[in-house]
């Protein structure tokens, strides 16, 4: 998959494969707080909590290295079938992505413009 660069961005429903790098927009900030994250997406005002699991996956969306490296170090952590974990390492980061979380990804659904507060009569 492309989609690399800011000036490759594909679709937010494009299909993740196991070589794209993925990395979180600039704007986006996160902390992590007993295991488990909090993401904030400022264009549309969304707050988005993770479990520990998704968490884990957000941490390897550094900018680093591909998905596969997120799926073999997930595999090295968790118990179960290495075929199960990376298809749901791939769906989480492609989740990431359609919530406009990633560069080069498009969400999926725009963020809504801000609005601005109207005054008080």
């Known amino acids: 998959m492309t989609g ?6 594909v679709p937010g429903d494009a299909v993740i494969d196991d ?10 900030a996160w902390v992590e707080l007993d295991g488990e994250g909090v ?17 884990a ?3 390897g969306c550094d900018g680093s290295a591909p998905v596969s490296a997120i799926v ?15 298809r749901q390492v791939r769906e989480v980061v ?3 992505g359609a919530l406009g979380l990633l560069e080069g990804i498009e ?8 609005r601005t507060p109207r005054p008080y009569p």
């Open 39 to 55: 993401v904030y997406e400022p264009r549309s005002e969304t707050l988005h909590r993770l479990n520990a699991t998704a968490t």
């Open 94 to 96: 492609q989740s990431f």
């Open 57 to 59: 996956v957000w941490r």
């Open 72 to 86: 073999t170090a997930l595999v090295r952590s968790y118990s179960g079938d290495a075929g199960e974990i990376a």
């Open 4 to 9: 690399d660069s800011p000036g490759d961005a």
């Open 107 to 114: 969400p999926a659904v725009p963020a809504a413009p801000l």
């Open 19 to 28: 070589a794209f790098v993925p990395r979180p927009r600039a704007e986006v």
